[in-house]
């Protein structure tokens, strides 16, 4: 075997064999085998990053942030162990610690696209629309075919009621994806808020024919329609598609 061959007194040996485990996808020898690393030299940061990030696959968020935290105690300068402490940070609601996390990549590392774009996104948990409309668009300035941070985009300029530019990057979007229900909604809601509701019909009679349960209960609840819900032909359509569906 592997480790009966390995210098048994060597960290950085087993942080080997544990990258090996990890990307066969054995999470759990992996973070065995960093263990054992770190149990040979506890300053060891490429060990505890490597652990963190098997936590992380295995949906052990808590953990995957010590680790993490650790690997940046003894290589604070290590801009991917700081990136993916970042992304686990958001995993865990904790957006204020999250943004600072990645904004430091962004001063270190102004080009990495997926930065800004987790950026963009803690963000948005945070309700700073205009700053996170400033992180997507500096995603796609860099990487224009980030579809992620375009959809983002998308959803932020709606919030920020410039319904007319998120309509535009919907349309960009369904030209990709004519039956992704989720945005074909999010384009009827806009239509909605602009109290426009022969348009918000025609998006939603597209919508029912791909999911009509589902967002013909959602569209009778969603405060986005209260402009229109009163409106008869918007009355008259919603009869007839609860009848249909």
Request: hydrophobic fraction near 40%; include cysteine; charge should be positive.
């Amino acid at each position: 075997m592997l480790q009966s061959c390995m210098p048994q007194q060597d960290s950085h040996a087993w942080c080997s064999h544990g990258n090996r485990l990890y990307h066969a996808g054995a999470y759990e020898e992996a973070i065995e085998t960093f263990d054992r690393a770190i149990a040979l030299d506890h300053k060891l940061a490429v060990a505890w990053h490597s652990r963190g990030l098997a936590l992380g696959q295995l949906g052990r968020y808590e953990e995957a942030a010590h680790s993490l935290s650790r690997a940046l105690k003894f290589a604070p300068e290590d801009y991917k162990a700081l990136y993916n402490y970042g992304k686990v940070l958001l995993r865990l609601k904790r957006y204020r610690e999250a943004l600072i996390s990645l904004s430091q990549v962004t001063e270190m590392k102004p080009d990495n696209y997926k930065a800004w774009y987790y950026r963009g996104r803690t963000q948005i948990y945070l309700g700073k629309y205009e700053e996170a409309l400033e992180s997507l668009n500096r995603t796609l300035s860099i990487q224009p075919t980030e579809n992620r941070a375009f959809k983002e985009r998308a959803i932020t300029l709606a919030r920020l009621g410039r319904y007319d530019a998120a309509i535009w990057h919907f349309d960009v979007l369904l030209k990709e994806q004519p039956d992704h229900a989720g945005i074909w909604y999010s384009k009827a809601r806009c239509y909605a808020l602009q109290e426009d509701s022969e348009q918000a019909i025609r998006c939603l009679k597209h919508l029912v024919k791909v999911s009509p349960n589902l967002y013909l209960t959602l569209v009778q609840i969603d405060s986005n329609f209260t402009r229109i819900r009163q409106n008869s032909e918007f009355q008259s359509w919603l009869e007839e598609a609860n009848q249909w569906a």
